[in-house]
């Protein structure tokens, strides 16, 4: 690890994520430092499981822990602005899992926050953070491929189709774009030179009224162009393509990829890239994020995040799809 300060962790949510940052931390040789979760037993059961010397009883309590460095929130989407405030507030800096706000107004709200008390704040979305992303782009900014034309995303999961699941709730922030959706437009926004400044969709709501299919369109001033398609109710392969006037690069399951392939338009020969390991994506994420907070180098594309924020905002605006914190 290049940062040589032992930061103390606290994990506010103890759900998948949370076990992944803990075995994380674990494999750095490091481990979470506490827990705070809405409930305390499910907190001191999560403590217990990895060794963690810390439980607070009111979860409000770890922001005013003055040992606490960072905070990793994984909470459900909603509840991320609340937490936001106090943890930049208290001057933690914090680790948000996507989407890390509801809207760009309340991702303004908070970068102001960061901003007035010189914390690190940044979204957890991993592909900002595997090699393989890294890689591609040395690739890409050496100009052998030539100039970008089009992306093509896929993203489909098979959601059981239980109105009362987290998925498709409004008041837990469901649908498919803040869940899903964001992971295809962070890749495009990797890619493309220039944000998009057009985007145009259509959008399938499901019957609670979130976005449970959508196909989106995108362009930017550049004359870059790509295409999203997500669903919540049907699986297809985690795809991306990006296809440039000298060759294309494919990724499956990109959002923990470590593997793609580039064929060139010439001659039909292929190049394997191969970058990273999928199973330390969260550690990718910790590393990357200590060293923002120590000041080596801040390579949480907090821009970029803002930008996606900003498209999505835009969407659910188009689709009149808002949610009961937003009313």
Same mark, same amino acid.
């Given at each position: ?25 674990? *494999? ?9 979760? &809405? ?5 001191? %059961?999560? *403590? ?35 937490? !936001? &405030?106090?943890?930049?507030? %208290?001057?933690?800096?914090? !680790? ?9 107004? @309340? ?7 960061? @901003? ?30 030539? =100039?970008?034309?089009?992306? =093509? ?18 008041? !837990? *922030?469901?649908?498919?774009? !803040?869940?899903?959706?964001?992971? %295809? ?12 400044? $057009? ?17 989106i369109l995108l362009s930017n001033d550049a004359g870059e162009m790509a295409t999203i398609a997500l669903t919540l109710h049907a699986k297809q392969p985690k795809r991306g393509t +990006? ?9 499956? @399951? ?16 292929? @190049?394997? +890239?191969?970058?990273?390991e999928t199973a330390r994506a969260l550690s990718y994420e910790v590393e990357d994020m200590e060293k923002a907070v120590a000041g080596h180098e801040n390579t949480m594309h907090l821009?970029?995040? &803002? ?9 659910? $605006? ?10």
């Open positions: 690890m290049t940062a040589q300060v032992n930061y103390k962790w606290a994990t506010l949510g103890t759900g998948v994520i949370a076990n992944e940052l803990a075995q994380a931390l674990e *494999a750095m040789g490091s481990k979470l430092y506490s827990v705070a979760n &809405r409930t305390y037993d499910k907190g001191l %059961a999560f *403590a217990q499981k990895y060794g963690i010397e810390k439980v607070y009883q009111e979860i409000d309590e770890v922001f005013e822990d003055p040992e606490v460095d960072i905070i990793y929130i994984s909470t459900p989407h909603n509840t991320h602005i609340t937490y !936001l &405030r106090k943890a930049l507030a %208290a001057g933690k800096h914090v !680790l948000c899992e996507k989407s890390i706000t509801l809207n760009s107004q @309340e991702l303004e709200e908070a970068i102001q926050l960061a @901003e007035e008390n010189k914390v690190v704040l940044a979204e957890a979305m991993t592909i900002f953070h595997m090699p393989i992303y890294r890689g591609l782009a040395e690739i890409v900014q050496s100009g052998k491929l030539g =100039q970008l034309k089009m992306i =093509q995303m896929n993203f489909g999961s098979y959601k059981d189709y239980d109105m009362t699941n987290r998925f498709f709730n409004k008041k !837990l *922030a469901g649908g498919a774009l !803040l869940d899903i959706g964001v992971y %295809a437009l962070s890749f495009v926004r990797w890619f493309m030179s220039e944000t998009p400044t $057009q985007v145009v969709s259509q959008v399938k709501l499901a019957p609670t009224g979130v976005d449970e299919q959508v196909g +990006i296809a440039y006037d000298k060759g294309y690069i494919e990724l499956y @399951e990109y959002p923990r990829g470590q593997k793609a392939v580039i064929t060139y338009t010439e001659d039909g020969s292929q @190049e394997i +890239i191969e970058a990273g821009a970029y995040t &803002r930008d996606v924020m900003a498209i999505m905002t835009k969407l659910r $605006q188009d689709w009149g799809l808002i949610y009961p914190e937003e009313e």
